[in-house]
T-cell receptor
Framework: KQEVTQIPAALSVPEGENLVLNCSFT??????LQWFRQDPGKGLTSLLL?????REQTSGRLNASLDKSSGRSTLYIAASQPGDSATYLC???????????FGQGTELSVKP | NAGVTQTPKFQVLKTGQSMTLQCAQD?????MYWYRQDPGMGLRLIYY???????DKGEVPNGYNVSRLNKREFSLRLESAAPSQTSVYFC??????????FGPGTRLTVT
């Protein structure tokens, strides 16, 4: 059974720092992986989708990498800003028609 | 393009009452989902519909029913609400195997 883990559960950094959020999964036979952001009291916003054949995807200051063989993905945020404060979730899809399996999320706080 | 919309935004029910949560998407997605989110439990899948005309149980289906009314709309019904169903409910949709998009959520309190 696929399990997705995100460590740490919470992270606090000063503004301007580059940071990495981690996501690990137990079954490396995935179809794709998606990173989301959730602001308090809001729904999930999709940040990046990375297909199993890809090594990384970039959007602005965000870069997601995928290493299927080791069961890991990272989300790199460059030059963090207070507006980046949110909970970040990763989710894995095992096959094209499969459901997303979510991690518990990392709550990020960027201090001015 | 409104994306995924949900109604209502907030609802308070008494134990035993029934209600239907509505969800609609305008992205021509074939798959739609209902999740609940509780503190410490993360997101849990209640039901999903891989395509129009089909529905399947997720991780926590007990106490819920769903209807895929057409390609755009997917509703979640609580027949007899219980305090354990107090939660935030999210609807989501995606094109088969692609990026999933979420609605803004419905905050439900059952007293």
């Amino acid at each position: 059974k696929q399990e997705v883990t995100q460590i740490p559960a919470a992270l606090s950094v000063p503004e301007g720092e580059n940071l990495v959020l981690n996501c690990s999964f137990t079954d490396s036979a995935i179809y794709n992986l998606q990173w989301f952001r959730q602001d308090p009291g809001k729904g999930l916003t999709s940040l990046l989708l990375i297909q199993s054949s890809q090594r990384e995807q970039t959007s602005g200051r965000l870069n997601a990498s995928l290493d299927k063989s080791s069961g890991r993905s990272t989300l790199y945020i460059a030059a963090s800003q207070p507006g980046d404060s949110a909970t970040y979730l990763c989710a894995v899809r095992n096959n094209q028609g499969g459901k997303l399996i979510f991690g518990q999320g990392t709550e990020l706080s960027v201090k001015p | 393009n409104a994306g995924v919309t949900q109604t209502p935004k907030f609802q308070v029910l008494k134990t035993g009452q029934s209600m239907t949560l509505q969800c609609a998407q305008d992205m021509n997605h074939n798959s739609m989902y209902w999740y609940r989110q509780d503190p410490g439990m993360g997101l849990r899948l209640i039901y999903y519909s891989a395509s129009e005309g089909t529905t399947d149980k997720g991780e926590v289906p007990n106490g819920y029913n769903v209807s895929r009314l057409n390609k755009r709309e997917f509703s979640l019904r609580l027949e007899s609400a219980a305090p354990s169903q107090t939660s935030v409910y999210f609807c989501a949709s995606n094109r088969w195997g692609y990026e999933q998009y979420f609605g803004p959520g419905t905050r439900l309190t059952v007293t």
